[in-house]
Nanobody
Framework: QAQPVESGGGSVQPGGSLRLSCVDS????????MGWFRQPPEKEREFVAA????????YYADSLKGRFTISRDNAKNAVYLRMDSLKPEDTAVYYC???????????????????WGQGTQVTVSS
């Protein structure tokens, strides 16, 4: 079964930037509210950002506003997460997730998204 596929993770020094990408060959991402979540070592998975299918309304975790930017390119069937001013505490596996088609509201909980990628590791360290 098709699922989102993340890329763009890696190791970066504090203060650096990364852009994560998410594509899905099996579904039209413009029909889904798309979210990014992350799971730090030995912690629970947490909401990072989401972008609505309706009007590209964007949601961020309060602690990440101003440093992270979510966007989508419907022509490429892709969603992105730009991360700037990275900190060691941003170290985590980052997951792309999709709601069911045409879902409403902010998908801030893991159970709001039935479709998940395998994740991409982001490590911020000097």
């Amino acid at each position: 079964q098709a699922q989102p596929v993340e890329s763009g993770g890696g190791s970066v020094q504090p203060g650096g930037s990364l852009r994560l990408s998410c594509v899905d060959s099996g579904r039209t991402l413009s029909e889904h509210t798309m979210g990014w979540f992350r799971q730090p070592p030995e912690k629970e998975r947490e909401f990072v950002a989401a972008i609505s299918w309706i009007d590209d309304t964007i949601y961020y975790a309060d602690s990440l506003k101003g440093r992270f930017t979510i966007s989508r390119d419907n022509a490429k069937n892709a969603v992105y997460l730009r991360m700037d001013s990275l900190k060691p505490e941003d170290t985590a596996v980052y997951y792309c997730a999709a709601t069911v088609p045409f879902a409403r509201g902010q998908p801030s909980r893991v159970r709001d998204c039935p479709y998940w990628g395998q994740g991409t590791q982001v490590t911020v360290s000097s």
